[in-house]
Nanobody, 126 residues
Framework: QVQLVESGGGLVQAGGSLRLSCAAS????????MGWFRQAPGKEREFVAA????????YYADSVKGRFTVSRDNAKNTVYLQLNSLKPEDTAVYYC???????????????????WGQGTQVTVSS
């Protein structure tokens, strides 16, 4: 049974930082590309960042480029999302997801992903 478990969310002031983690089990983690999405109240889920199975390729939404960094540790079956220079508009539930293939810009599509976590709340106060 595949499980993706996010952690690291919380309440932070604008300009602050958080690091989210997503621990994977029940799959060959090093064979999967991983993505991060977020969903704010009343809005659709949107793409944030993705990383290839090796970590050699990454892709970011324009809204977070230069502020967020995705990375992974295949030895720990974990993908990370470092959130810096946070803004109130970054407030959302953040989800990680696993995809069997890397697809560059196509990683922004939810349909690319086979498995999803339950999410972790990030709240940025002004």
């Amino acid at each position: 049974q595949v499980q993706l478990v996010e952690s690291g969310g919380g309440l932070v002031q604008a300009g602050g930082s958080l690091r989210l983690s997503c621990a994977a089990s029940g799959l060959t983690f090093s064979s999967y590309a991983m993505g991060w999405f977020r969903q704010a109240p009343g809005k659709e889920r949107e793409f944030v960042a993705a990383i290839s199975w090796s970590g050699g390729n990454t892709y970011y939404a324009d809204s977070v480029k230069g502020r967020f960094t995705v990375s992974r540790d295949n030895a720990k079956n974990t993908v990370y999302l470092q959130l810096n220079s946070l803004k109130p508009e970054d407030t959302a539930v953040y989800y990680c997801a696993a995809a069997t293939r890397w697809g560059g810009q196509a990683m922004s599509r939810m349909s690319r992903y086979d498995y999803w976590g339950q999410g972790t709340q990030v709240t940025v106060s002004s």
